[in-house]
């Protein structure tokens, strides 16, 4: 199986420019095979796809002057983070040089006054928050993996808490972008809104290093809630369960977290992380605000979850209770692939407007059930946003087109209800024909008129979003 149907390659690192790198980036300049292998593959279904060289910048001037010399060269670069991608956006399926961008880790500056932080492109959503302990204040974008903050610009990430905080959309301010020219460009500016001109900062974000390679990010930051209290819920169906979250939303329940586990994913969990949760259609609450605030909600959502047959609303309120809660929760990826060892698996990301949202996980459902494929279904729900893990044998052809086609009639009907391909995963390699199905024709040509405007040899992450 090849990564873009057009087979491997041509190599594009040649003699003059392997020197010229080793010249300016001496040992952080690497084509050793283990090095290149690491940066060789990402969470999707897709093949070992070497780079042809690893460059590991530690600085915008790094990433300007990798650019020029790439650009001399037409040597394209593909931008890493903290290889978590899911759609196969950091597969140097083109060849050339992958910009490791994990040593750009430090915290600029914090603007705690203004809720603000600015940050390197390679630090990580942890590394962010644990800097960020004394101040009172978080950045509350959970995709549950431990992601680079300018990867997760790059995808437009979001996660748990976007129910209630948004996603990398909301909260990514202003940005330092390396154009294709090799130019530093800065967007935004540290104001909480602006009307000055095109809108450059969110060109940038969701693009998937397509556009420009982001060094840089300012990011809104939150007060850490008063009050944090989290809850476990059982249904008899997955449509009583969503119910009770369409019906939250509608009301102005402002839940901070709110998670759909159907029975697989419970029980592909509760063997993982060791948990003893009843296996069941399943909802995890979390709720923020004063005490009085979440007392409110808990109280609504309680009253609501009975009225559809909900049952054992057991709470973790102790911070050790939550962590654990949510570890196993964002652990739900790799507890499912150990319901089939050795397989891999693909990763639906629809999400819909919230009132088709029961439509979407029930058909999604049936099609997984009739399928016979190993799945799963977890999804956080109070955005509409929802994840089914089909596990193949991708050393098995018919089966990997089998499942293809599931994941095809999975995003068919979220689009038919009016929703998206990908909520925060991004394209990448695994989403182009849904991207033109969704933006239509015309969209994506005005897309690739974009992209070749700023990236006219098209260096920048070649062969993903756009055909």
């Known amino acids: 199986m090849t990564n873009d149907g057009q087979g491997a390659a041509a190599p594009r690192l040649n003699e003059t420019l392997k020197a010229a790198l080793e010249q300016r980036f001496g040992e952080r300049f690497s084509v050793s095979h283990g090095v290149r292998e690491h940066h060789g593959r990402d969470e999707s279904i897709y093949p070992l796809t070497l780079p042809e060289g690893v460059v590991f910048a530690e600085s915008t001037e790094d990433v300007v002057d990798l650019v020029k010399l790439c650009r001399a060269h037409h040597c394209p670069i593909v931008p890493w983070g903290a290889g978590s991608s899911i759609e196969g956006q950091l597969l140097a399926i083109r060849g050339g040089i992958t910009l490791d961008m994990s040593r750009m880790n430090r915290i600029v500056s914090v603007a705690a006054e203004d809720l603000l932080v600015t940050v390197q492109a390679g630090v990580t959503r942890k590394q962010l928050n644990q800097e960020l302990h004394d101040t009172g204040l978080f950045f509350p974008i959970d995709p549950g993996a431990d992601a680079s903050i300018g990867g997760m610009a790059s995808t437009r990430a979001s996660g748990t808490n976007a129910v209630r905080y948004g996603t990398m959309r909301e909260n990514v301010l202003a940005l330092t972008v390396v154009t294709a020219e090799g130019k530093v460009v800065h967007t935004g500016t540290h104001a909480r809104k602006s009307s000055a001109g095109y809108d450059l900062t969110r060109l940038f974000v969701g693009a998937e290093g397509t556009l420009g390679i982001i060094t840089e990010v300012t990011l809104r930051l939150h007060p850490l809630p008063e009050a944090v209290s989290a809850a476990v819920v059982n249904f008899p169906s997955a449509e009583q369960a969503v119910n009770v979250v369409i019906q939250a939303i509608q009301l102005g329940v402002p839940l901070a977290r709110c998670e759909f586990l159907d029975p697989p994913a419970i029980r592909a969990i509760n063997a993982y992380s060791k948990m003893d949760l009843r296996e069941g259609y399943t909802l995890f609450f979390e709720f923020h605000g004063s005490p009085a605030g979440v007392a409110e909600q808990v109280e609504l959502v309680q009253q609501l979850a009975a009225d559809e047959g909900g049952t054992d609303f057991a709470w973790a309120e102790k911070p050790e209770e939550r962590t654990r ?91 038919s209800l009016g929703g998206t391909c990908t909520g925060e995963h991004g394209i990448g390699l695994h989403k182009m024909d849904f991207l033109e199905t969704e933006a239509g024709a015309e969209g994506v040509a005005l897309m690739a008129r974009i992209k070749a405007a700023l990236d006219p040899e098209g260096l920048f992450n070649p062969g993903k979003m756009l055909r």
């Open 325 to 415: 809660l949510w570890n196993a929760r964002h652990d739900a990826y790799f507890a499912g692939l150990q319901m089939r060892p050795g397989a891999r698996a693909i990763s639906t990301d629809t999400c819909v407007p919230i009132s088709r949202l029961a439509a979407s996980v029930e058909g999604a459902r049936k099609l997984l059930e009739a399928s016979g494929f190993p799945s799963l279904i977890v999804g956080h729900v109070g955005d509409g946003n929802f994840h089914c893990l089909i596990l193949v044998d991708v050393d098995n052809p018919d089966e990997v087109a089998r499942a293809e086609a599931l994941n095809r009639e999975i995003v068919s009907l979220a689009l």
